[in-house]
């Protein structure tokens, strides 16, 4: 039975407080692509995990799972979700894998579908509404016996939005204890704005050129939909052109719509943290201020002054690491 959370518990935890020379959003945001790739060096043993989806499509997930050295069977496996663009060795999934191994916990690196076209081709791509490939995850890892003491779930930036569409709609049919979300766009017509001013001119190039070498790499697109990809000047061109009719949306602001997170967060009814940086050059701070955090018994939101987008690096490493395991522990996982 899910656990309602204290107001008063976000108030225990630790402040987040930049040190140099990650100061500012754009070098927090940035650390990650300038310094080396963590490495993995608390793992007992690892192993490449599918996960066939059951829609008919024969795509695939995969997913890299990490055995921590003090393997406890009564600890919940920790499943790390990557944002846009990402994948299971992203930087930031490195890094909070061997956080949690070091903490005790086994952890699951999942690649969202689409993520890893070098071994996963796939038909279909994922995006912020496809909670539904999680739902399937979830039950072939208790069908395998890796879900027996339930499930601790973080989910960065757009992966974030999909946990949390993904515990409005099946969260209590599964045995998820907790979940985390860091610097989610919950409100994605605003995201998308944002992403587009003049000030993000450097990270929607990018962005946008990754989006579009993922999308390209998918099984029997058809010239159609080869031309729909490569033409998009914008973000908004390529949500409106092809990851909305591909995924039976009328177009880009149906597709927001329907898949923003914001007023429907209040349906959750697992204990969920959320964490967003004021300062998040991608993730404008008003979806956040706006919403009532007092409404739900089991969402909170902890939204420091900055920190960038899934940044929060400070003197002793990444705090929402730390924030996350204090969340955890509290519920007595």
């Known amino acids: 039975m899910s656990l309602e959370l204290s107001p008063l518990q976000i108030e225990k935890y630790p402040k987040f407080q930049s040190s140099f020379p990650w100061l500012g959003s754009d070098l927090q945001t940035l650390r990650d692509f300038l310094m080396p790739r963590p490495k993995i060096l608390q793992s007992k043993s690892s192993q490449m995990i599918n996960f066939m989806m059951t829609d008919g499509t024969d795509d695939k997930l995969s997913a890299k799972l990490n055995i921590c050295h003090t393997e406890n069977t009564h600890t919940p496996l920790v499943i790390l979700i990557h944002g846009l663009t990402g994948c299971a060795n992203s930087s930031y999934m490195l890094r909070s894998t061997d956080y949690f191994l070091k903490s005790g916990y086994s952890v699951l690196r999942l690649n969202l579908r689409g993520a890893n076209p070098k071994q996963d081709r796939c038909k279909e791509h994922y995006h912020a509404g496809r909670g539904g490939d999680l739902e399937v995850v979830l039950n072939q890892l208790v069908k395998r016996g890796l879900g027996s003491n339930g499930f601790l779930i973080i989910g960065f930036s757009l992966g974030g939005s999909i946990l949390l569409k993904f515990l409005e709609e099946f969260g209590e049919s599964h045995e998820i204890h907790a979940a985390v979300s860091i610097s989610a766009p919950i409100d994605l017509v605003l995201t998308s704005e944002r992403l587009m001013q003049p000030r993000n001119k450097l990270y929607h190039r990018w962005l946008l050129n990754s989006m579009k070498s993922s999308a390209l790499a998918l099984k029997d697109l058809n010239e159609r939909q080869k031309k729909a990809i490569r033409s998009a000047k ?9 990851i909305a009719p591909h995924n039976n949306y009328r177009g880009a602001l149906d597709y927001y719509k329907q898949c923003s997170s914001k007023d429907t967060i209040d349906n959750i009814m697992i204990p969920t943290l959320m964490i967003s940086g004021l300062n998040d050059p991608w993730v404008p701070s008003k979806m956040y201020l706006s919403k009532d955090w007092t409404a739900s018994s089991y969402v909170r939101a ?20 730390r924030v996350s395991k204090i969340f955890f522990s509290e519920l007595g996982f």
């Open 302 to 321: 902890i939204l420091p002054d900055n920190g960038g987008h899934v940044g929060f690096h400070d003197r002793r490493g990444c705090w929402y690491n």
């Open 234 to 242: 914008t973000v908004f061109e390529f949500d409106d052109r092809f």
